[in-house]
Nanobody, 114 residues
């Protein structure tokens, strides 16, 4: 029933940019605070950025000034604009609610390498 489909990842050089998208279905998207999570190689999955139902965004310290999370409630889509990418941004990026998490999607791979 629940589908979270992430896309937009890829291989990028340090300093480059990517725009991730998450198409959500089977959840009450417009009434759910949403977030982007990252699982770096050998690390636990962690929240990178979140956004309230009203569009208020919060980034982790590592993402401040570089990442912008946004949402399109009309189309049940979550976005993450990533600029000035660093090597440590590498990982699989997932979208989900920030509470009462739904089943995880496949994620989208972001690889930052020179």
């Amino acid at each position: 029933q629940v589908q979270l489909v992430e896309s937009g990842g890829g291989l990028v050089q340090p300093g480059g940019s990517l725009r991730l998208s998450c198409a959500a279905s089977g959840i009450k998207f417009s009434s759910s605070a949403m977030g982007w999570y990252r699982q770096a190689p050998g690390k636990q999955r962690e929240l990178v950025a979140s956004i309230t139902t009203g569009g208020i965004a919060i980034n982790t310290d590592s993402a401040k000034g570089r990442f912008t999370i946004s949402r399109d409630n009309a189309n049940n889509t979550l976005y993450l604009q990533m600029n000035s990418l660093k090597l440590e941004d590498t990982g699989v990026y997932y979208c989900n609610k920030v509470s009462f998490l739904a089943s995880w999607g496949q994620g989208t791979q972001v690889t930052v390498s020179s």
